[in-house]
């Protein structure tokens, strides 16, 4: 065989050998964005369930009545009163009722990150399992997208 033969066969193998590289790395990359996707979808879901769990507990008469009447208002206005009146509580007294003020504002504090959370998933769900059909179903598309570098 001719050398020019050999370097042209020799270019054939490279060009194969890089198509099955980039074949492979591609694949790889849709992989790696479909896990990436799953897992938001999970977060997601997850934060739907405990936004209607959270929805319906409010819905409990006794947690309403215990929870959210007797302790997160009824017992901070009490600590808060408690504070305030001159006659008498001692140093070790008031930061022991501001850590449970604190306690109270952190469960507020909870309960409002659940609800936020919930409210970005619905917002995100439907778009991130659409996202996923086209993924599974397309995924050269996933390298359709250009990329804009900011200066």
Not at 84 to 89: H, L
Request: aromatic share 6%; no cysteine; charged share 35%.
């Amino acid at each position: 065989m001719s050398a020019y033969i050999l370097v042209l066969l020799n270019n054939i193998v490279k060009k194969d050998k890089a198509m099955a590289d980039n074949a492979t790395q591609r694949a790889e990359a849709i992989q790696e964005e479909l896990a990436n996707v799953e897992k938001q979808l999970e977060e997601q879901e997850k934060a739907l369930k405990l936004r209607k769990a959270m929805s319906e507990l409010f819905e409990n008469e006794n947690f309403k009545t215990i929870v959210l009447e007797e302790y997160m208002e009824n017992e901070a206005d009490r600590i808060k009163e408690a504070i305030i009146t001159p006659d008498g509580m001692k140093r070790d007294q008031i930061e022991m009722s501001m850590e449970q003020l604190m306690a109270i504002r952190m469960v507020r504090a909870f309960f409002a990150k659940l609800d936020l959370a919930g409210m970005y998933a619905e917002e995100n769900v439907d778009e991130l399992r659409k996202y996923k059909r086209e993924l599974e179903s397309n995924p050269d598309n996933f390298f359709d997208t250009e990329v804009v570098e900011e200066n």
